[in-house]
DNA sequence: AAAAGTAGCAACCGCCAGGTG
DNA sequence: GCACCTGGCGGTTGCTACTTT
């Protein structure tokens, strides 16, 4: 025998939920209390299912609700406590009284997520720029141009606009990083947590960056899907 | 100004754990 | 021990507002 549903779908109301409704849900919660969630709707005169109001009352209409974005403290703090606990969503929105799981939920999904994978991108890519680099100029060093040891007048002057570009680009991407650095911690700490291996150094030195070092990426590409999926399935212990 | 793309978030769905008879 | 019910949770969807082209 299969399991009964919750309620009766064809006769209930879904999608957004109405002033007037939210109104009926209010007042009945706040006079009668909550007893029973299934008889909520039908002691309320409403056409939703319990489910439905339980979720509108807890995520929208709870007195206690703090309304408003999250500060940055709150968003670093989130970072931290979803490098111990995962995607327990309601245990980490017990540590922000006023914030819905769903809201932090919500907001790991759209905002945090966003930023830790730009971050990590960006570290990954001055990685490769440097690995570029190195490789470029060792090629250079093959045909005997002698790079390192020549004199500034004897290089190719495409060869110095070249060396410009390159010390310009790290200098912005360190820059960037050094921005970054606080919530790469966080991220050392998931990679502490997740038992990798090897040194992590998030705090911008362009030589020794992030986990990367112990990782093979072909492309951009793969990096980035490794980083899609490590935010995805951290499997901490 | 309009169409297409993107971001944010409310709401839904299905599964699971715990309680009860 | 079991069948069933409910509440709670996390993943996902779909709508709307905003931005870009």
Redesign the pocket.
């Known amino acids: 025998?299969g399991?009964?549903p919750?309620c009766d779908?064809e006769r209930v109301?879904?999608?957004?939920?109405t002033v007037e409704e939210d109104q009926k849900l209010v007042d009945f919660i706040l006079n009668n209390g909550?007893?029973?969630?299934?008889l909520v709707p039908k002691l309320a005169g409403l056409m939703?299912?319990?489910?439905?109001c339980?979720?509108?009352w807890?995520?929208?209409l709870r007195p206690d609700l703090k309304r408003g974005?999250l500060s940055e403290t709150e968003q670093q703090q989130i970072i931290k406590l979803h490098s111990n606990l995962g995607?327990?969503?309601?245990?980490i929105a017990s540590h922000f009284p006023g914030r819905t799981?769903?809201?932090i939920?919500?907001?790991w999904?759209?905002?945090i997520k966003?930023k830790l994978k730009l971050q990590c991108s960006d570290q990954l890519t001055a990685k490769n720029m440097e690995a570029d680099r190195k490789k470029h100029i060792s090629k250079v060093e093959d045909k005997g141009w002698e790079f390192e040891t020549s004199t500034e007048s004897s290089k190719s002057s495409s060869f110095q606009e070249l060396e410009q570009n390159w010390t310009q680009e790290m200098k912005l991407m360190q820059a960037n990083l050094s921005i970054s650095s606080s919530a790469s911690t966080s991220m050392e700490g998931n990679v502490n947590a997740s038992s990798w291996e090897g040194e992590s150094n998030v705090h911008g030195e362009s030589d020794e960056l992030f986990w990367a070092d112990t990782i093979d990426y072909s492309s951009s590409w793969d990096a980035y899907n490794f980083i899609d999926d490590f935010l995805h399935y951290e499997n901490y212990p």
Request: hydrophobic letters at 20%; a positive charge.
């Open positions: 025998m399991r009964q919750c779908k109301k879904r999608g957004s939920w909550i007893h029973c969630w299934r939703r299912c319990g489910k439905s339980r979720l509108r807890i995520n929208y974005a995607n327990r969503w309601s245990k799981d769903n809201e939920k919500n907001i999904n759209t905002t966003k």
